[in-house]
Structures are given as C-alpha cells and as structure tokens.
C-alpha cells in the first residue's frame, strides 16, 4: 500500500483549545451563572482559567481516564470543565439534574466518577443523595467563594479550587480515539445507557456541524445555545463555537421568555439553537409584547419534532431562518439538518416551510437507511416507512460497559429506535418511535404528525398522541391536548382541523384535553407515562 504522506496530528479537543487561544483570544464567552450575573470573559482569559482548573485536577490526583461528573447549566465553569478534563486525558461527565433520585445515582456509581462539580440549585440535592454516590471524593460548587465554605461548613467552591494555580499547562499529547466525555442517554425504559465519545468522534462532528449548509459557524457570530451542556453535549455547539472564534452565549438556567429575549439583544445573537417548547415559550413573549430580535439570522430547533407554528412564525415575523434537525445522544447528537438545496430555496414559502417541517438531511458523516421488519433495506421514496438506522463516525459503536447487542447490526448499523421515511433529496421524515408507533388496521399512523397538526390549532399549548385498543382496527390514535392559558376550545373544533390535512382513516378518533402531560427528564413527551394514564381506557367507537 502507498501511504499519503501527510502529518499525523491527534483530531483532539486540546486543539481546539489552543487555536482558540492562539488566534481568536479576543473573542467572548457571556454568560449567565445561577447567582443572575452576566458574565464576561475572552477567550484568553477562559483559557487561563482552563488552565488553572486543568493544575487543580491534576495536582487533586485526576489520571487519564478517570471520569470528572457535572451536574450544572450552561455557563462558564461548565465550559472550562469540558476543556480542561478531556484535555488532561480524563472523561467530562455530564449528567442530567432532571434525572430521578434513582437514576442519578444509578449514573454516577456507574460511570464511577471521581469529581463531581455541582452549581449551587442543586446543592440540596447533591447533599441528599451524596452518601448513595460510591466513588465521589470530591464534591465542588460551582460559585464564588462564599463564606460558608470559607469556614470550612460548606462544600468546596469552584473558584477557590483554582485559585492558586498557575495559569499555564503543558497539555499532554492524547490519542484522538482516548475517551473525551460521557453522557447517558435518559433511559425511558430501563437504566439510562452511557454514550462514550472520543476526541476524534467530537472533532469530526463539530467540524461538521459548522458547516456552510449547517449551522454556518463563523468568528463573526455570537451564539446562543439553549440546549443544555448536560445533555448530548449542548449539540456539539461548545466546540463549533471555539474552533471558529464565534462569541459564545451561555443563558444558564432562565430559560424563560424575558430572559432569552435580554441576551439575544444585548449580546447580538445571531444564531440561536435550542427545543421546541423553549422556541414555544420564547414566541409567545415576543408575539404578546410585540417585541424583536433583530439580530438572530437563523436558528436550529430539534430534540423532538417542530411543529409548523415555530418554523412559520419565526420566519415570517422576525425573519428567521428556522433549520430542524434530528439527533440523539448515540450521534454526538446531530444526525441529520434542514438546509434547503438551491432548487428549493426559491420555492412560494408554504412549500419551503413544508420542506422545513421535515426533520433535515444528513450531514457528511452521518449514513442513513430504514429497513423493514425482516430487515430488508427500503427505497428512499419518501412514502416506505421503516425502523430508521444510522452509521459513522461520530455513531456510538458499543454503549458504556453494556455489551448488549440489540441497538447494533450484524452488518454494523446502529438501531436508533425510530420509525422514519427518507424522501429522495435524504431529507428524513420522522414518523414515531418504535415503541409509540400506532398500527390502525394493519397500516402504520404517525404520531409525530397528528401531534404536530393538532399544536396547529390556535388554542393548543402542547398535544401527544397514544394508541388506544380498538376491537375492529386493533389500536386507534387518541391526540391528548393541554390548552394555551386562558384559551378555551372545544375537542370537535380542534378534531375539525384534521379534515383535508390527513388521510380520513388517520384522523384521531378522540380529542382529549388534559391539564398537563408527562414528560421525561429530557423534556420531552413521555408515551409511556401517558399510555399508563390511559390504561383500560375505551373508546366511543368501540362498539365491542
Ligand atoms: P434520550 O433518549 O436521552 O431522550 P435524545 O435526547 O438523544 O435522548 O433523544 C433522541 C430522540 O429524540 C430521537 O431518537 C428521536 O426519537 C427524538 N428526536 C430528536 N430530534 C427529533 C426531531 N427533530 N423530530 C422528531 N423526533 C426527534
């Protein structure tokens, strides 16, 4: 074989870190921490505090390997431990504050962390459940130095940590397949999985993920990542940011209406990424005060389906490029993205917006296909519906200590547990969950799409859509709706609006408003908590 002959420097996030510093040193990082201050530093500034935290760590006995737990928003601090940690060559765990008591210990003793560094809100927490986390040494919060624990009565605090440390490092060369972070999926069913990633696998995905027809991350952004740092690595966003220079906006835990509005136009966001039901409640308080952004070009929305009223509003009213991508923590997170394609771009804006509802194409990296229940591969027609299976790079290869190999293929595809159709430009059109799919008569209805239909409704804050056993067609589909604050709407006008939008044998037999739905610790619709609610439950056009 010839080899190229081409240097072989480590894909490693120590690169990242020093080309930030190096070239962009005055760039920013704002943030929001839990005691409502705004922060500000440039990146010269983060670096040196990187720096210091990466002397604490190893002064405190951190090895290569070992694994350093988060329990903590989007901010500053957080973003220094992501550095520091994988670039000494241990593993940035980040864990979900959300979580049940159960799984959060379930998760540390896990992972077996060594470190945890909590933020102050769940300083309560933390102490409640410290005497179930087996190998925790170290507890540290992530404030300034209080008095407290300058008493020695508290928990150590962040900022004294690092204090007296020096302000360089003599970084180790890491091989770019070394673990970098850890982050567990949220286990709907069963105990929550580990998804170990590289440096490598997190290089190739940030680089990716800025791309030109993605999030487009260049040194003149300011960026706002909703998303949370705790989960599936704030899409990748912490990364993408630094090794362009981009400012980079961390909101910390408000993430209301009011306070997303003041950093989108102090800092002048122009690129904003976050969920559905953030973007939900950020639209309401721009619509109700009649306020702008003017600032943000464009913004990615994903974590579970968009519905039409966040991709039509944003763009028509505040003239906002609306991308809706599909991920999961198995992907680094982000597997596919909604970039139009030039012969698409010019399309009349209800025919683009249709194309945006659809959860995006892949990026390069990312391998898709969908394969029918004995596994045969489906065509890409946009109309076969099949169990949706990914492949690359950036794609988990084995979970966390777990060897089961039910998530991955004979041939080396990993399951991702979604129903989806691939149309022929790729663009995916996801349908359901496995597990949440509803078969009426032998054929296959979406969830996905009843639910998104029925938040349509000008009256409806959220909606999810279960099966309910039918006697004739096996199971039908039952559209729970909580309504909007002070609206008021019967369940036939919003059944109505399904007519002419879905074949008439799709239509959901009943419309249920509720006061509230579950939802899981990620934020999103829990079925099966739902599906619990509704056990027994009959339908009136069940005649049996
Ligand atoms: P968890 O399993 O911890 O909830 P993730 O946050 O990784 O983890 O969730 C991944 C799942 O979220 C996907 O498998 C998919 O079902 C759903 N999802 C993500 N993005 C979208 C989207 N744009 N549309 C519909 N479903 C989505």
Redesign the pocket.
């Known amino acids: 074989m010839l080899y190229g002959r081409m240097m072989q420097d480590q894909l490693t996030i120590t690169g990242v870190l020093q080309h930030a510093q190096r070239f962009h040193a005055g760039s920013e990082i704002v943030s929001r921490t839990s005691d409502n201050k705004v922060h500000h530093l440039r990146y010269e500034q983060f670096y040196r505090r990187v720096c210091q935290l990466a002397n604490a760590l190893v002064k405190a006995g951190v090895r290569s390997g070992d694994r350093i737990a988060t329990l903590a928003w989007n901010d500053h601090r957080h973003l220094e431990i992501y550095y520091a940690s994988s670039c000494i060559g241990a593993v940035c765990h980040t864990i979900n504050p959300r979580l049940f008591d159960e799984q959060l210990t379930f998760i540390a003793n896990d992972a077996e962390d060594r470190f945890l560094f909590f933020d102050p809100q769940f300083h309560d927490k933390v102490m409640e459940l410290k005497h179930t986390f087996e190998t925790v040494e170290r507890y540290i919060v992530l404030c300034e130095d209080e008095p407290e624990a300058a008493a020695g009565n508290g928990p150590e605090t962040y900022e004294s940590f690092i204090a007296d440390e020096a302000a360089s490092f003599d970084w180790p060369e890491l091989d770019e397949n070394q673990a970098s972070a850890l982050c567990y999926?949220?286990?709907?069913t069963g105990n929550p999985k580990g998804v170990l990633f590289s440096h490598r696998s997190t290089l190739i995905h940030a680089l990716s993920v800025s791309g030109g027809d993605w999030l487009c991350v260049r040194q003149r952004d300011s960026i706002l990542p909703v998303v949370p740092m705790f989960?599936?690595n704030a899409w990748g966003i912490p990364y993408a940011a630094l090794m362009n220079g981009a400012k980079l906006v961390l909101p910390g835990y408000a993430l209301d209406g009011p306070s997303l509005h003041g950093l989108l136009n102090d800092e002048r966001v122009t690129l904003m990424a976050g969920v559905p039901t953030v973007w939900l409640g950020l639209l309401d308080y721009l619509n109700r005060n009649e306020l702008s952004i003017n600032s943000v070009e464009r913004m990615m929305v994903?974590?579970?389906?968009?519905p039409m009223a966040i991709i039509h509003q944003f763009e028509e009213r505040y003239d906002v490029r609306v991308m809706?991508?599909?991920?999961?923590?198995?992907l680094s997170?982000v597997g596919t993205l909604g970039a139009l394609k030039n012969h698409q771009a010019s399309l009349p804006p209800q025919e683009r917006y249709q194309l945006q509802a659809l959860?995006g194409r892949p990026l390069f990296g990312v391998d898709l296909r969908i394969v029918d229940e004995a596994g045969h591969v489906l065509p890409h027609d946009g109309r076969a519906i099949g169990a949706l299976q990914v492949k690359g790079p950036w794609v988990v290869g084995s979970y966390y200590k777990d060897t089961s190999p039910e998530s991955f293929t004979e041939d080396g595809w990993f399951e991702?547990?979604?129903v989806a159709a691939i149309d022929p430009e790729g663009y995916l059109i996801?349908t359901d969950?496995t597990k949440d799919v509803i078969k009426s008569g032998g054929e296959w209805i979406s969830s996905?799409e009843l639910e998104n239909i029925a938040v349509g409704h000008p009256s409806v804050a959220e909606a999810a859509c279960i099966s309910i056993k039918h006697s004739k067609w096996g199971e039908r589909p039952v559209v729970c709706v909580v309504l909007k604050e002070d609206a008021e709407a019967n369940p036939d006008d919003i059944k109505a609006i399904y007519e002419g939008q879905v074949a008439r044998w799709c239509i959901p037999d009943e419309i249920i408003v509720v006061d509230d739905l579950p939802h899981?610790a990620?934020g999103?619709l829990s079925k099966l908590e739902l599906r619990r609610r509704f056990e027994g439950y009959s339908l009136k056009t069940d005649q049996a």
Not at 185 to 188: D, L, N, V
Not at 302 to 306: E, I, P, R
Not at 324 to 330: A, D, L, N, P
Request: aromatic share 4%; proline share 3%; no cysteine.
């Open positions: 999926t949220s286990g709907t989960h599936a994903g974590g579970s389906a968009a809706h991508g599909w991920g999961m923590t198995e997170p959860q991702t547990g979604d996801i969950r996905i899981t990620t999103k």
